[in-house]
Every structure is written in structure tokens, then in C-alpha cells.
């Protein structure tokens, strides 16, 4: 039996290379690695050296494990390298928003206007008592004024702290409370699925209770009837009388830029704070270097939420440093069509995009037709994050949506990470459908089993970054005991990220998702998205979500739950999960065959689009379901149990 911490089951040899057009123009070429191999802390220097700094550090790094700091002594500010930079060297009328509404409504914002509205911003927060070191909370929808808040918070010196606008009051005093905010910036609402939805009265019901709060400025984007207190200010009375002129600070490299909380499913969320200097290198580095951004000519487009750190790291400041050009689009895929967003790439000729696999696996599942409808000619480059992408989606996403002309990057990171860390760099690797292909230059992270030796190739376990990034976490708000046990502990002086990875036979990586998730049956380890990968790998299946339930002869027993492709006779029953069993064994072998496949009609996702595995484990182990207050749709529990009677077991 093998010794490995995660096995390695599915194998994939399909690749392909960039084409001699794309690489000859990508900004980031394979000699890149080796520079960076040579010299890892000089070749971080001198990405630092892109951005404008009032005043050189004089030490790249300062490593007190498990305490970092780049670029020591370093000063600079994040929104004047953002916004008032490009306008210094004659690109104000870039437009660095086209802003797309989901009721229709649009605007274009160039990067002079956005520095403009940043800076009165700015002196609105000052005029409100908001100082260098204070915490500000975020609660907005997606809209311009979420990243102006965001800025003029970067440009005052005080930390933000967006939540993002689908949690609940609950969810947001706590993390007020956390960072101990002064401020909470939020709208009257915002727009989802053809409707206005309320934001402000959750803030009224989170600061009904004890706080530090002192006022609540809000944005006026649906025209709601608000609730009103005097503490309240809205941001058009406040913003739009301020002066158009805002001097600067500059503020050390270390100094905190943002608070993130992650949405731990069970324990009090982790505030993972962020710092100035190192965190800006490492994402307008890799905002370049993956994206292979041409700042003149593509227009890129994130769909994260600025609530999630993709939001942060690759809508506001790597694509703001790099001087791009984004669309910023505030709804959901499917309103008022499920073609809504292939319109927008067609209308703004999108050249770069940058998904989520769960928002790709819906797109499947709608199936091709509103894809086909649109002219998605211009794009480019695709790009993946949050989760594996299993390879039946990833080459849906090639072919469907990007015509097998645009490289795929699947990109592995965290809120932890604060930047891209492990991708392939488009013009340069060779790609693998579901791979995340390998540590790009500067990082060092390694497949090890329990006591901390590498794996090899053909191997899986553990995923584990042995040096420090500049873009690292700096730790958890207010708990350096938190920050040292929960990532610093497993390994002397390694960070665990928490995931499982291994690698193939030429030593790509593949990510296998958190170890909390791999399964354990008849002592081999083995980890849902693999199995996950080959159900979706069969023709009718458009996701799935594998658990491992006990099971009083295995151990644990494969557990499956699966959505149908759109337009698939769901009356099947029997002879399709028998069929589907039967390809599980053929793609991956006998040990994973599952015990039960459930065919279902949605999955427990966070809005994040993480799936839920433990509310599934409940389910697959009858149990009555745990909590399920951060689930995006909190009826779909009730939707998978109603669902079951047709569940089938051997
Ligand atoms: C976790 C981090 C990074 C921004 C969004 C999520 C999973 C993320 C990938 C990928 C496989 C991935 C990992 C990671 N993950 N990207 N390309 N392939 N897994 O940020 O909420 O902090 O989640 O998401 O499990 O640890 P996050």
C-alpha cells in the first residue's frame, strides 16, 4: 500500500504550449525562473523597484520566523502609486473603469476621475476624524465607490476591512468588532438577480449592540427608504463638497493596509492582515507577469467580488499599480439572461478574463448556447482561481469560451498569500488542463509528506511555502498565538496552507484541495477532487461534490453528489448511476468507486462558490444538518434532503 499522505490517482497528459505568437509577446519569458533561482531576494527587489517609493528601504527582508517585513524602512503610499502616479506620467485619461451596472445602468471612469474622487474621498474621511492607523469597515456592493473607499482608506494611512455585502449583520459586527472599526462605509443597497437589495439596515442591526463605531457613511446607489440616525452621513453630502486637492502621507512599508477576514465555517473568522510595501510588489508583479497585461490595449476583467481577496489583489491594487483598464460588473451571471456576462466581454471587447471554477462549471451547465450567441473573439487569456478546476471544465473553458486560442491560467493562492503563488505564466509553460503547473519565480513551495520531506514526482501530500513572500500575511489581527498555531505549526518554520497537492510524473503541481477533505477509505487517501474531476469528466455531469461518510467496513465510504448537464432526461435513475460508477472505476480505479452517487439539482456553496463538503458529510451520514448561515442559498439544504428519495445505494 502506498505511504502517501493524498494518493495520486487521475493522470493527464494532455498539454498545451503557448503558441510562437504569444510567447514572442509575453512580458514574462522562461529565463525569468532562473533569475530568480539565483538570486531569489534580489529578484523581489527589483520588482519593488516598479513601484514609486517616497523612501528606499535599506533591507529587502527582515525574517523572524514567523514574522516578516519587506523592504524595510521603506516608504510609500498605496493610492498614490495606484492613481495620482498615471496621472503624473500622462495617463489620466485612461479609463480605468467602464462600470457596468446590473439594472443596465454604466459608467466610464478614467484614472483621473477615480483619483479625483479618491483624494475628496480622502478629505472626507479626515474631515470626519478617520487617522493613519484607524480601521475602516467596507460593506458595499460592487460599485466604483467601493474602490474609491477602499483607496481613499490606502491614502489616509488607516487599514480597511471589506465584508463582503452578502454577509449578515451578524457576520459584520463581529468583524467590526474584531478590527475594532471606527467607521463603517456602506450604500443604501446595491442590485442582484433583478432586485434591489437592502445593505444599510443590516449595518443598523449589527451596531445596535456594543461598538466603536462613530459614523456610517453611506453611498446612495439604489434610492432606497434608509433608516436614519446622526450618526449616518451620506457620502454624497460629505464627499462631493471636499476639496479636489489631497496631499499624500507616505507610510512605512510595513504599515497595514487591510484586514481580511476568511470565512472559516466553523470557528470565529481569522483576520488576516495585510502590509503596504511587499504586498504591492508581489501583487502588481504577478498581475503582470500571469496576466501578461498590455496596459494600453487590454481591457481585463476580474469578476471577484471586493470582498474576497481576489477582489482586492486583482481588481483594485495590481490591475490599479499596472495602470489597467477593467470592467467592474455588480450583478449576477444570470440576469436578465444567462448570457449576461459573454455580452459584457463582447461590449467592452474583454481581452483578459479572470473567473472562478464554480461560476465556469455553471456556464457548462447553462450549456453552450448562450456562450455561442456572443462574439468573445477578443479575448485573449483566461484565467482561474478559487478552487481545482477540474480538467473537464478546464477544457470547457478553453474551447467554448476562449476558441482553443487563449492559454489558461489556473492560478493557486490564498487570502493568506495576499498574491499569486503558484501558475502557469502564459507564455512560458506549457499547460496541463487542471494544473496549476508549477511555484512561479520568488516562490518556494514544495509537496511534503508528514515529517516535512519532499514527495517526488508521481507523488501526493502535503502543500507547504518554506520561504518567505513579500506578499505574505503578517499575521491574524490581534492573535500572534492564532497566526503561529494555525499556520506555522505543523512544520518548524514552514507555513502549511492547509491543501493537499501532488505531483505528476514531470512534476506539475496539482492542487487536491483542503486536507480536512481527503477521504480515507480502506486506508488509502484519497482526495474529493480528484473524484470530483472524474465525475465531471463524464458527458452528463456538469459538477460534483464527493464526501467521505463512515462506513463500517471501509472506514470512510465515497459519498457523491452530482448535478445533470442542462437538457439531460433526469429520469435515467438506476442505469445512469450505475454508469457513473462505473467511470469513476475506469478513470481512477476500484478504490474509489462510490458507495452512492446522489443526482441533485444544486450544491451547498459559500458565495465565495466553496462548496460546503461538511453540510454534504451530514447529509451522506444522516445526520440533522449543521449550520448553514454562510451558505449563498440557504434553502438549498432543504432542496438536496426534499431530493433524496430517489437516492440509490449497493
Ligand atoms: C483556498 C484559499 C485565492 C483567492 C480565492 C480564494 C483554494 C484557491 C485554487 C486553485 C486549487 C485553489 C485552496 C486555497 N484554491 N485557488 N487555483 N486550485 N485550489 O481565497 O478564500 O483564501 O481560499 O482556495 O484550497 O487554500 P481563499
Given at each position: 500500500m502506498s505511504q502517501?499522505?493524498?494518493?495520486?490517482?487521475?493522470?493527464e497528459d494532455?498539454?498545451f504550449?503557448?503558441?510562437?505568437?504569444f510567447a514572442a509577446?509575453?512580458?514574462i519569458?522562461e529565463?525569468?525562473?532562473a533569475?530568480?533561482?539565483?538570486d531569489?531576494?534580489?529578484?523581489?527587489e527589483s520588482k519593488?523597484?516598479?513601484?514609486?517609493w517616497?523612501k528606499?528601504w535599506?533591507?529587502?527582508?527582515?525574517?523572524?520566523?514567523p514574522?516578516?517585513?519587506w523592504?524595510v524602512d521603506g516608504?510609500?503610499?498605496?493610492?498614490?502609486?495606484?492613481l495620482?502616479?498615471h496621472?503624473d506620467?500622462?495617463?489620466?485619461?485612461?479609463v480605468?473603469?467602464?462600470?457596468?451596472?446590473e439594472?443596465?445602468?454604466?459608467?466610464?471612469?478614467?484614472?483621473?476621475?477615480?483619483?479625483?474622487?479618491?483624494?475628496?474621498?480622502a478629505?472626507?474621511?479626515?474631515?470626519?476624524?478617520?487617522?493613519?492607523?484607524?480601521?475602516?469597515?467596507?460593506?458595499?456592493?460592487?460599485?466604483?465607490?467601493?474602490a474609491?473607499?477602499?483607496?481613499a482608506?490606502?491614502?489616509v494611512?488607516?487599514?480597511h476591512?471589506?465584508v463582503?455585502g452578502g454577509?449578515s449583520?451578524?457576520?459584520?459586527?463581529?468583524?467590526?468588532n474584531?478590527?475594532?472599526a471606527?467607521?463603517?462605509?456602506?450604500?443604501?443597497?446595491?442590485?442582484?438577480k433583478?432586485?434591489?437589495?437592502?445593505?444599510?439596515?443590516?449595518?443598523?442591526?449589527a451596531?445596535?449592540?456594543e461598538?466603536?463605531v462613530?459614523n456610517?457613511?453611506?453611498?446612495?446607489r439604489?434610492?432606497?427608504?434608509?433608516a436614519?440616525?446622526d450618526?449616518?452621513?451620506?457620502w454624497h453630502?460629505?464627499?462631493?463638497r471636499q476639496?479636489?486637492?489631497h496631499?499624500?502621507?507616505s507610510?512605512?512599508?510595513?504599515?497595514?493596509?487591510f484586514?481580511?477576514?476568511?470565512?472559516?465555517?466553523?470557528?470565529?473568522?481569522k483576520g488576516?492582515?495585510?502590509?503596504?510595501?511587499?504586498?504591492l510588489t508581489?501583487a502588481?508583479y504577478?498581475?503582470r507577469?500571469?496576466?501578461d497585461l498590455?496596459?494600453?490595449?487590454d481591457?481585463?476583467?476580474?469578476?471577484?467580488?471586493v470582498?474576497w481577496?481576489?477582489?482586492h489583489s486583482?481588481?483594485?491594487y495590481g490591475p490599479l499599480i499596472?495602470g489597467?483598464?477593467q470592467v467592474?460588473y455588480e450583478?449576477?451571471?444570470d440576469?436578465?439572461?444567462?448570457?449576461?456576462?459573454?455580452e459584457?466581454?463582447?461590449?467592452?471587447?474583454v481581452t483578459?478574463?479572470?473567473?472562478?471554477?464554480?461560476?465556469?462549471?455553471?456556464?457548462?451547465k447553462?450549456?453552450?448556447?448562450?456562450?455561442?450567441?456572443?462574439?468573445?473573439?477578443s479575448?485573449r487569456?483566461l484565467?482561474?482561481?478559487?478552487?481545482p478546476?477540474?480538467p473537464?471544465?478546464?477544457?470547457?473553458?478553453?474551447e467554448?469560451?476562449?476558441g482553443n486560442r487563449?492559454p489558461?491560467?489556473?492560478t493557486?493562492?490564498q487570502?493568506?498569500t495576499?498574491?499569486?503563488?503558484?501558475?502557469?505564466l502564459?507564455?512560458?509553460t506549457?499547460?496541463?488542463?487542471g494544473s496549476a503547473?508549477?511555484?512561479?519565480p520568488?516562490i518556494?513551495?514544495?509537496v511534503?509528506?508528514?515529517?516535512?520531506?519532499?514527495?517526488?514526482?508521481?507523488?501526493g501530500?502535503y502543500?507547504?511555502?518554506d520561504?518567505?513572500w513579500?506578499?505574505?500575511?503578517?499575521?491574524?489581527?490581534?492573535?500572534?498565538?492564532?497566526y503561529?498555531?494555525t499556520?506555522?505549526?505543523?512544520?518548524?518554520g514552514?507555513?502549511?496552507?492547509?491543501?493537499?497537492?501532488?505531483?505528476?510524473?514531470d512534476?506539475?503541481y496539482?492542487?487536491?484541495?483542503?486536507?480536512d477533505?481527503?477521504?480515507?477509505v480502506?486506508?488509502?487517501r484519497?482526495?474529493?477532487?480528484?473524484?470530483?474531476?472524474?465525475l465531471?469528466?463524464?458527458?452528463?455531469v456538469?459538477e460534483?461534490?464527493?464526501v467521505?461518510a463512515n462506513?463500517?467496513?471501509?472506514?470512510?465510504?465515497?459519498?457523491a453528489?452530482?448535478i445533470?448537464?442542462?437538457?439531460?432526461?433526469?429520469?435515467?435513475?438506476?442505469a445512469?448511476?450505475s454508469?457513473?460508477k462505473?467511470h469513476?472505476?475506469?478513470?481512477?480505479?476500484?478504490?474509489?468507486?462510490p458507495?452512492q452517487?446522489?443526482?441533485?439539482n444544486?450544491?451547498?456553496?459559500?458565495?465565495?462558490?466553496?462548496i460546503m463538503r461538511?453540510?454534504l458529510?451530514d447529509?451522506?451520514?444522516?445526520?440533522?444538518v449543521g449550520?448553514?448561515?454562510t451558505l449563498a442559498?440557504?434553502?438549498?439544504m432543504?432542496?438536496i434532503?426534499?431530493?433524496?428519495?430517489?437516492?440509490?445505494e449497493d
Amino acid at each position: 500500500m502506498s505511504q502517501d499522505q493524498v494518493e495520486n490517482l487521475l493522470s493527464e497528459d494532455r498539454t498545451f504550449s503557448p503558441t510562437a505568437e504569444f510567447a514572442a509577446q509575453a512580458n514574462i519569458k522562461e529565463a525569468e525562473y532562473a533569475l530568480a533561482d539565483a538570486d531569489r531576494i534580489g529578484f523581489w527587489e527589483s520588482k519593488a523597484e516598479y513601484l514609486k517609493w517616497d523612501k528606499r528601504w535599506h533591507t529587502v527582508l527582515d525574517w523572524q520566523v514567523p514574522f516578516s517585513k519587506w523592504f524595510v524602512d521603506g516608504k510609500l503610499n498605496a493610492s498614490v502609486n495606484c492613481l495620482d502616479r498615471h496621472i503624473d506620467e500622462g495617463r489620466g485619461d485612461r479609463v480605468a473603469f467602464y462600470f457596468e451596472g446590473e439594472p443596465g445602468d454604466t459608467r466610464t471612469i478614467t484614472y483621473a476621475e477615480l483619483l479625483k474622487d479618491v483624494k475628496k474621498a480622502a478629505n472626507a474621511l479626515t474631515e470626519i476624524g478617520i487617522k493613519a492607523g484607524d480601521r475602516v469597515a467596507i460593506y458595499m456592493p460592487m460599485i466604483p465607490e467601493a474602490a474609491v473607499a477602499m483607496l481613499a482608506c490606502a491614502r489616509v494611512g488607516a487599514a480597511h476591512s471589506v465584508v463582503f455585502g452578502g454577509f449578515s449583520a451578524e457576520a459584520l459586527i463581529s468583524r467590526i468588532n474584531d478590527a475594532d472599526a471606527r467607521l463603517v462605509i456602506t450604500a443604501d443597497g446595491g442590485y442582484r438577480k433583478g432586485a434591489a437589495f437592502a445593505l444599510k439596515p443590516a449595518v443598523d442591526e449589527a451596531l445596535s449592540g456594543e461598538h466603536n463605531v462613530k459614523n456610517v457613511l453611506v453611498v446612495k446607489r439604489t434610492g432606497q427608504e434608509v433608516a436614519w440616525s446622526d450618526r449616518d452621513i451620506w457620502w454624497h453630502e460629505i464627499v462631493d463638497r471636499q476639496p479636489e486637492e489631497h496631499i499624500a502621507e507616505s507610510f512605512d512599508s510595513e504599515h497595514p493596509l487591510f484586514i481580511l477576514y476568511t470565512s472559516g465555517t466553523t470557528a470565529k473568522p481569522k483576520g488576516i492582515f495585510h502590509t503596504t510595501g511587499g504586498y504591492l510588489t508581489q501583487a502588481s508583479y504577478t498581475h503582470r507577469a500571469v496576466f501578461d497585461l498590455k496596459p494600453e490595449s487590454d481591457i481585463y476583467w476580474c469578476t471577484a467580488d471586493v470582498g474576497w481577496i481576489t477582489g482586492h489583489s486583482y481588481v483594485v491594487y495590481g490591475p490599479l499599480i499596472n495602470g489597467a483598464t477593467q470592467v467592474m460588473y455588480e450583478g449576477t451571471p444570470d440576469t436578465p439572461h444567462k448570457g449576461r456576462m459573454f455580452e459584457i466581454i463582447e461590449k467592452y471587447k474583454v481581452t483578459i478574463l479572470y473567473t472562478a471554477p464554480t461560476l465556469i462549471r455553471t456556464w457548462m451547465k447553462w450549456g453552450d448556447e448562450f456562450p455561442n450567441k456572443f462574439n468573445l473573439k477578443s479575448l485573449r487569456l483566461l484565467g482561474s482561481v478559487g478552487e481545482p478546476i477540474n480538467p473537464e471544465a478546464w477544457m470547457w473553458y478553453r474551447e467554448v469560451i476562449g476558441g482553443n486560442r487563449c492559454p489558461i491560467v489556473d492560478t493557486w493562492w490564498q487570502t493568506e498569500t495576499g498574491a499569486i503563488m503558484i501558475s502557469p505564466l502564459p507564455g512560458v509553460t506549457a499547460t496541463k488542463p487542471g494544473s496549476a503547473m508549477r511555484p512561479l519565480p520568488g516562490i518556494s513551495a514544495k509537496v511534503v509528506d508528514d515529517s516535512a520531506h519532499e514527495v517526488g514526482k508521481g507523488h501526493g501530500g502535503y502543500l507547504i511555502l518554506d520561504k518567505p513572500w513579500p506578499s505574505m500575511l503578517r499575521g491574524v489581527w490581534g492573535e500572534p498565538e492564532r497566526y503561529k498555531e494555525t499556520y506555522w505549526s505543523k512544520y518548524e518554520g514552514i507555513y502549511f496552507a492547509g491543501d493537499g497537492a501532488k505531483l505528476d510524473s514531470d512534476g506539475a503541481y496539482w492542487l487536491l484541495g483542503r486536507v480536512d477533505d481527503v477521504m480515507n477509505v480502506s486506508g488509502h487517501r484519497i482526495s474529493t477532487t480528484e473524484v470530483e474531476s472524474a465525475l465531471v469528466s463524464h458527458e452528463e455531469v456538469a459538477e460534483a461534490a464527493v464526501v467521505g461518510a463512515n462506513d463500517a467496513t471501509t472506514g470512510q465510504a465515497i459519498v457523491a453528489f452530482v448535478i445533470l448537464r442542462g437538457g439531460i432526461d433526469h429520469t435515467k435513475g438506476e442505469a445512469l448511476i450505475s454508469a457513473l460508477k462505473a467511470h469513476v472505476v475506469k478513470e481512477i480505479g476500484a478504490i474509489a468507486r462510490p458507495r452512492q452517487i446522489l443526482v441533485v439539482n444544486e450544491l451547498p456553496k459559500t458565495r465565495s462558490g466553496k462548496i460546503m463538503r461538511r453540510l454534504l458529510r451530514d447529509v451522506a451520514e444522516n445526520r440533522a444538518v449543521g449550520d448553514s448561515t454562510t451558505l449563498a442559498d440557504p434553502n438549498v439544504m432543504n432542496l438536496i434532503k426534499d431530493g433524496l428519495a430517489t437516492a440509490t445505494e449497493d
